[in-house]
T-cell receptor, first 115, second 113 residues
Framework: DTAVSQTPKYLVTQMGNDKSIKCEQN?????MYWYKQDSKKFLKIMFS???????INETVPNRFSPKSPDKAHLNLHINSLELGDSAVYFC??????????????FGPGTRLTVL | GDSVTQMEGPVTLSEEAFLTINCTYT??????LFWYVQYPGEGLQLLLK?????DKGSNKGFEATYRKETTSFHLEKGSVQVSDSAVYFC????????????FGTGTRLQVFP
């Protein structure tokens, strides 16, 4: 069974549309993350949730809204898509312990293309 | 703020050559250090990690030692294979900075037979 799964794997859409990406983990972790990888492969944290509570909200436009219905799911909704939103979005999860020592496990990514 | 600096790629090697990918970091607290690997078309996989100074992480023939004195975590492998061709990311996680992973820019490794 896949540990961290994302759907869809590919998403092609027009500017101005609203879309969602879903993420699920079956590892029993209590923290989940969204990262964005740009065309140059640079990875940057967007959000993290711990036990359904928002912990990290980096400088991300408010068109992006994460939602965590339970500890195993963290979805990403994007309103009014723009060309610059084209990227690969990775979901990740980890246990939360002290010191940031825990490994984050990544999903396979969702490649979003905005036309 | 915290940051990670990696050597620019691509790194191009022949099979069985020795690999070094340099990584240095800046952190406020006491970070844990990671190497992740991304094979073409796939997500990130943890390659190895070290959580305190002088720890050595190792996996699949790769190793890296957490050097606090030089704030470095260089990745090495004695004999690379074509199947090692991928993008390698150095990263840190610091409780002082909410445990988020801060990545370097990634280094593409290409190994030719």
């Amino acid at each position: 069974d896949t540990a961290v799964s994302q759907t869809p794997k590919y998403l092609v859409t027009q500017m101005g549309n609203d879309k969602s990406i879903k993420c699920e983990q079956n590892l029993g972790h209590d923290t989940m993350y969204w990262y964005k990888q740009d065309s140059k492969k640079f990875l940057k944290i967007m959000f993290s949730y711990n036990n359904k509570e928002l912990i990290i909200n980096e400088t991300v436009p408010n068109r992006f809204s994460p939602k965590s219905p339970d500890k195993a799911h963290l979805n990403l909704h994007i309103n009014s898509l723009e060309l610059g939103d084209s990227a690969v979005y990775f979901c990740a999860s980890s246990h939360t312990t002290s010191g940031g020592r825990d490994t984050q496990y990544f999903g396979p990514g969702t490649r979003l293309t905005v036309l | 703020g915290d940051s990670v600096t990696q050597m620019e790629g691509p790194v191009t090697l022949s099979e069985e050559a020795f690999l070094t990918i340099n990584c240095t970091y800046t952190a406020t607290g006491y970070p844990s250090l990671f190497w992740y690997v991304q094979y073409p078309g796939e997500g990130l996989q943890l390659l190895l990690k070290a959580t305190k100074a002088d720890d050595k992480g190792s996996n699949k023939g790769f190793e890296a030692t957490y050097r606090k004195e030089t704030t470095s975590f260089h990745l090495e492998k004695g004999s690379v294979q074509v199947s090692d061709s991928a993008v390698y990311f150095c990263a840190l996680s610091d409780w002082y900075n909410t445990d988020k992973l801060i990545f370097g820019t990634g280094t593409r490794l290409q190994v030719f037979p």
